[in-house]
């Protein structure tokens, strides 16, 4: 994988003969939007560094949650909990197909 800057906002990387462009923002806003409702911004770059990133951590836990509520009160969740019996079904069932693809 290669990589170059053109200029400051446009990073290129090149996979195989595939060239993907991504444009970095110099300062950034990051929101949560349901459908095509207005976004809503949650957090922003500070004006004395770089942009930086956001990151979410939910650990395995109960009551690990992280919740947007939209100003209509529309509510996005994303939260932990005990790993159910259909859901482990449907791992062991693609760990499985994963095993059978790799003899």
Known sequence: MEENKEDTNINRET??????????????????????????????????STPGELTFVIKPQDGSAIIF???????????????????KKSRDNQESDLNTESI
Do not use: H, N, Y
């Not at 095509?36 to 500070?46: G, I, L, M, Y």
């Open 15 to 48: 996979i195989g003969s595939a060239t993907i462009s991504i444009k970095e923002f110099s300062e950034a806003e990051w929101c949560f939007q349901f459908d095509d409702d207005e976004p809503f911004v949650f957090s922003w770059s500070r004006t004395d």
């Open 69 to 87: 509520t939209a100003p209509g009160g529309k509510k996005f969740r994303l939260f932990a909990r005990e790993m159910s019996d259909s859901t």
